[in-house]
């Protein structure tokens, strides 16, 4: 799988650079971190390209090999279930990116695979990667959204699709409008008894205490040149805001800048076989109990995916010490970071055991 994703990667530098070529001019853009704004600049011809690429969030997820090797796994499991059912492979791969799960199912023997992607971009970098990895005459590649593909002999699909993988999550989980997209392929574009990848998510929560975190949530004073120091107004810095969520990467953050004060819960679980109906708008209730004294500050956020049926293959974002093996944890790229809410001041508690 290694040299598949070397190959990818290559191809999508290549891609990129081709197109960044194309005129001379090479304009980036950067985030002043002065005003917090997004502008381009124009950066000389010799500028390393090739970083920008690198980190991109579809490098990211090329490089999450946990990810990787988890939709594989269930990929292949899938596979040979349809085969031992004596039934033909129809993969629907939707969100293809560049390519990746679909190449993996081409791999694992299907019979027919489409591979949908919304992003013109992408959606034109995969069909050069298929191409260049002899599998265009497998993979069907549709720039459209999925929930515009149209099934029948002259459709996108000739017909429904009997496995369904799909890699439309953000660190947030649903962010991608991942919710409508499973209802409405399960709906409209997949067979009875199909088999959905992943077929669903579950939801965990921990309260924390942690002065660092709260601080990004703070305007401090800022040192511009030296001896020059902006200090916001006192009504600015007492005002928190809203409660506000943060992508991070745990490994990131020092042990001893945040206090765990409650075990973690779960939440709630996100059906996409389609067996339980999908609800838009639900709240939920949780009643924990803490574990220590301080102040409730952040809730850390994760969600685990059951990639297979049977809830063999499982693929988690949280924290080193919710994984079945804490030392191998996190010590690759995880392109699903955990994700924090600072609580608005005004609803944070202290709590005391
Ligand atoms: C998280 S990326 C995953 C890319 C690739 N499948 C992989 O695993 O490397 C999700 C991709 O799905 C696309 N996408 C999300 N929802 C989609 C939908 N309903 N139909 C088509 N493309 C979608 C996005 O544009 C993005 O390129």
Redesign the pocket.
Known sequence: MNTLLNKIFRTKIDIVTKLLNINMSKFTMTVNPIIGKKEWVQKPEYYDYYQEVARS??AD??HDKE??EK?HAALKKAVQSMRDQGRPVKVL?????????SMMAARAGADSIVA????HP?AKCAEDVIKQNGFEDKIKIIL????DLTVGPEGDLKEKANILI?????TELIG???L??FQ?AVKFLLEPNCIVIPSSASVYAQIIESSLISSWNTLSPLNIAPGKVIIPPKKVTSCHGSAAVHDVQMSQIPQDKFKVLTEPVYVFEFSFTGEKSIEMNETFIKQVTSVTSGNCEIIFMWWDLKMDMDGDIILNNGPKWVQPDPDQAQVCIQ?FMIYLYIINYFYSKNIVT
Do not use: P, Q
Request: glycine fraction near 10%; include cysteine; aromatic fraction near 10%.
């Open positions: 969030s579809y997820m090329l990810r990787n939709y791969d939707i969100g293809t990116g560049t390519g990746l799960l949908c992607e919304v992003f992408v459209k959204h999925s929930t799909a890699e439309v999550f953000d991608e409008g991942a409508r997209t409405h392109s």
